[in-house]
C-alpha cells in the first residue's frame, strides 16, 4: 500500500509497510507545489494517484484527494470556440495568432475600436500639428473630447461615420518645386489612428528586421545606426542609395488592399522598360523601315527578327511581359504599314496575307530571366560582395 504525503514541508522518514518504506512524493508533485507556494495561488484539483481496489471505498485503503480552492476557477481564463480553439482577448492576443498563424485572416477587428482605445489613439497625436479644413486644433478637441467620444465610438460601428474633406497644401522642396500635402482634421487623424492601433498587431509580424519605415519603436535614426553598424562589423565595398519617386502618388491601392485583406504579400520588385525609351526604339526602327522599304521581305524580316530577339534577351526580365509585347505589336505594326507603302493602292498587303508572316519571323517574346533572389543565390559565389 502507498501513501499520498500532503504536507508543505519535507517530509521525514515514512514509516515501513510490509518491509517496504512508502514512496516519496515525485519530483513532479513536489515542483508543482513550491511553484504554487511561490506564485501564492490557489492550487487545482489533486486527483488521487491510487483509487481503491475494491468496489466500495474502504478507509484503510483509500488515498486523499481534495477539491477546488475557494476561488473562481470554475470557469475557463477563455472561452472556446466552434474548432475547440481557445478564444485570445484583446489586441495581445490578436498579436500572437498573427505571429503563428500566417495564414489566418482577420474578418471581425471592429470591436477592438472602444472608447478607450479612441482616447488613447488621440494622446497618440501631434499635438502641435496643423489644424485640418475645420480649423479644430489638438487642443481644441480635447475639451470636448470626453462627450465626443461616444458619439464618434457609435458612428464608426454603425457606419455611419463620414471623413472630413482634406485640406491642400505645399511645402517648399530643396530643388525649387513645391511639394504637395494633405492635412487631416483632426478627428479624421483619431480614427486612422485608433485603426492603426487595430492592424499594427497583425501586420508588424509580416515586416522583415531590416524594415525601419513608419513602423512603431523605429524611426530613420535607427536605420541609420544599423547602417554605421554594418559598415563597421562587416566587408561593404559600396553603397547604394536610392528614392522612389511620386511613389504614394502611383501605388496601385487594389492589390494593396487585397494584400491587407489576405496577407498575402505576392510582391516583388517589378521592373520595367521605361516608356520614354520604348518610344525612341520604335522611332529608330521605323526610320530603318523607311530606308528598307523596297529590300526583299525575306531580308527585312530577318533584320527585324534579330532586333525582336535582341530586345526579348535584353529586357525579358520578371514584371516586364507587358512592354515585350507592346514593342512587338508596335514593330508589327510599323513593318505593316512598310510593305502596304510599296504599293500605290495600299491594298495589295493585306492583314491576312501579312499574318503568316510576321509568325513566322517574329518570336513569342517571353520572360527569359529568373528572379532576382534566384540569380543572385546561382552567382554569389562568384560576387565581390561576399
Not at 475547440?84 to 489586441?91: E, I, M, N
Not at 471581425?108 to 502641435?128: C, D, G, M, V, W
Not at 526602327?285 to 534579330?306: C, F, Y
Not at 509568325?359 to 561576399?386: N, W
Request: charged share 30%; aromatic share 8%.
Amino acid at each position: 500500500m502507498e501513501a499520498l504525503y500532503t504536507g508543505i514541508g519535507r517530509p521525514g522518514k515514512l514509516p515501513l509497510i510490509n518491509g517496504k518504506r512508502e514512496r516519496e512524493v515525485s519530483m513532479k508533485e513536489r515542483t508543482r507545489r513550491i511553484d504554487a507556494e511561490a506564485n501564492r495561488e490557489s492550487d487545482g484539483v489533486i486527483v488521487p494517484e491510487k483509487q481503491p481496489n475494491r468496489g466500495t471505498p474502504v478507509s484503510t485503503e483509500a488515498v486523499e484527494g481534495r477539491a477546488l480552492a475557494k476561488r473562481n476557477t470554475g470557469k475557463e481564463a477563455t472561452i472556446r470556440i466552434q474548432s475547440r480553439d481557445k478564444v485570445s482577448f484583446g489586441l495581445e492576443g490578436v498579436r500572437r495568432r498573427a505571429k503563428t498563424d500566417k495564414t489566418c485572416c482577420f474578418t471581425a477587428l471592429l470591436h477592438h475600436i472602444t472608447p478607450e482605445l479612441l482616447r488613447q489613439s488621440f494622446y497618440e497625436l501631434n499635438r502641435k500639428a496643423m489644424p485640418g479644413i475645420d480649423g479644430v486644433t489638438w487642443q481644441d478637441y480635447e475639451k470636448q473630447l470626453e462627450e465626443r467620444l461616444p458619439n464618434l465610438h457609435t458612428e464608426i460601428h454603425k457606419g455611419s461615420y463620414r471623413a472630413k474633406p482634406v485640406l491642400r497644401t505645399y511645402i517648399p522642396k530643396a530643388d525649387g518645386q513645391q511639394r504637395p500635402l494633405g492635412v487631416t482634421a483632426i478627428e479624421d487623424k483619431l480614427v486612422q489612428q485608433a485603426v492603426v492601433n487595430v492592424l499594427t498587431p497583425v501586420y508588424e509580424t509580416e515586416f522583415y528586421g531590416f524594415s525601419y519605415g513608419y513602423r512603431p519603436g523605429r524611426s530613420q535614426h535607427g536605420a541609420l545606426d544599423a547602417l554605421a553598424t554594418a559598415i563597421l562589423t562587416r566587408r561593404i565595398n559600396w553603397i547604394l542609395d536610392a528614392d522612389l519617386q511620386g511613389f504614394f502618388d502611383s501605388i496601385l491601392h487594389e492589390p494593396l488592399l487585397e494584400f491587407i485583406k489576405n496577407r498575402k504579400g505576392g510582391y516583388f520588385l517589378k521592373r520595367k522598360t521605361v516608356s520614354k525609351r520604348l518610344r525612341q526604339t520604335i522611332g529608330e526602327i521605323k526610320e530603318a523601315l523607311r530606308k528598307k522599304m523596297h529590300d526583299p521581305v525575306e531580308q527585312t524580316g530577318n533584320w527585324l527578327k534579330s532586333v525582336v530577339q535582341g530586345y526579348g534577351l535584353y529586357f525579358g526580365v520578371p514584371g516586364n511581359i507587358k512592354a515585350l509585347k507592346s514593342f512587338r505589336d508596335l514593330v508589327t505594326k510599323a513593318w505593316y504599314r512598310s510593305l502596304r507603302r510599296r504599293s500605290q493602292k495600299g491594298t495589295a498587303m493585306t492583314w491576312q496575307r501579312f499574318t503568316p508572316i510576321v509568325d513566322a519571323y517574329f518570336p513569342r517574346l517571353r520572360i527569359c530571366h529568373e528572379f532576382p533572389e534566384v540569380r543572385f543565390a546561382i552567382t554569389q559565389g562568384k560576387s565581390r560582395m561576399r
